[in-house]
């Protein structure tokens, strides 16, 4: 890492790149209690008062030290560390955030955690979450098996997320039910509630309170490795999954919601964002035949990945079980069961991302 200053021009060359510091970009971040909130940190003044005409007098690096003078008199010091991480695209959109781990059916260890009482602040909530933002789920053992405790253990890491299903919801065989998870037939792979805006939940939770039956098991598949294998094996596919919007809706007596979306998303750098799959409430717009022929053509192809043996994880929650995964990245379902056989009782509820990314900055700050 290089800092040169000439011309009133900041140049910093890290990773290869070569970055141009304009003098307000760095005064707007100029540290100290007369700038920014001791308790906040958040600025105490308004940005665009800076004077665009403002030049850098001069710059000096000293070990970890760049202490810069600007013309207006005032100057200060910055941890070079803090203005690198800014300059580093994938530490800014990231954070301490792992990288994601894709998966298949070969994934033999599952990521695991034992239940540990008050652990919204230990190490153990921070391995919890490092596990969950590497594989998209998992699993909490040995919870208490008590009704609504799964609120309780949600809102130590943030506010449960109220639906017009209510702040949770029982999965169990139920008579008349406004959704099909509350009948004991299968569930092929699916999203949660895609129909929802602006976009699905992200996270949801189940707690598994009976589990009695000898069907009723549960399924997990990693729809980012199934992009990333039609990426890579049928890139029409991969296309037309990706542009085509889709419409989704639900009803009941009392309330209609509807969202429009890709079956897979990607953001503005051509990354997974999100998959959406919910073919029992997804209706196609009425596309050009051609498209219309690659589309369902790539929605079947993709159908049966998410189906197949070499992408399902296939496993039975016990109780006391609380099974967390991403409901942008993974599809979940589950086996039929015949109710007869006893209970099989599941209280789910949801999170949203804004709490396990806040959550996980914090405690990074004291395990990383």
Not at 151 to 164: A, E, Q, R, Y
Request: glycine share 4%.
């Amino acid at each position: 890492m290089q800092v040169q200053f000439q011309n009133n021009s900041l140049n910093v060359s890290h990773h290869d790149k070569i970055f141009q510091l304009h003098p307000v970009w760095l005064r707007e971040r100029l540290p100290g209690e007369e700038y920014f909130d001791i308790d906040t940190h958040q600025r105490l003044y308004e940005p665009s008062s800076i004077d665009l005409e403002l030049q850098i007098t001069n710059a000096e690096l000293i070990e970890s030290q760049l202490n810069i003078e600007f013309n207006d008199g005032i100057k200060g010091s910055y941890n070079i560390e803090d203005l690198l991480k800014e300059m580093d695209d994938n530490q800014n959109k990231r954070g301490p955030l792992p990288e994601r781990i894709l998966w298949d059916a070969s994934l033999k260890n599952f990521p695991e955690i034992q239940f540990e009482v008050d652990m919204a602040d230990k190490k153990s909530m921070y391995d919890l979450l490092m596990n969950f933002y590497k594989y998209g789920f998992v699993i909490i053992k040995n919870a208490p098996i008590e009704n609504k405790f799964l609120l309780k253990f949600v809102n130590s890491i943030g506010p449960v997320k109220i639906t017009n299903f209510g702040e949770y919801f029982d999965v169990m065989s139920k008579p008349n039910p406004n959704d099909l998870a509350y009948k004991p037939i299968a569930l092929p792979p699916h999203t949660d509630n895609p129909y929802r805006k602006p976009a699905a939940p992200g996270i949801q939770f189940l707690h598994c309170l009976q589990n009695e039956v000898s069907g009723g098991f549960s399924t997990l598949v990693d729809g980012f490795a199934v992009a990333e294998y039609i990426k890579k094996n049928n890139f029409q596919a991969f296309e037309s999954l990706t542009t085509t919007n889709l419409r989704y809706q639900f009803q009941d007596k009392d309330i209609v919601l509807e969202n429009w979306g890709e079956l897979i998303e990607l953001d503005k750098d051509g990354d997974y964002k999100q998959v959406r799959y919910s073919t029992r409430v997804d209706y196609v717009p009425p596309l050009e035949t051609e498209k219309l022929k690659i589309f369902y053509q790539s929605r079947k192809l993709l159908s049966e990945l998410y189906c197949s043996s070499e992408f399902e994880l296939r496993f039975k929650l016990q109780p006391g079980d609380i099974m967390m995964f991403d409901n942008h990245r993974l599809l979940h379902g589950r086996t039929a069961y015949d109710a007869n056989e006893g209970m099989r009782h599941l209280q789910g509820c949801y999170l949203e991302f804004d709490a396990t990314d806040g959550k996980l900055r914090h405690l990074a700050r004291k395990f990383k």
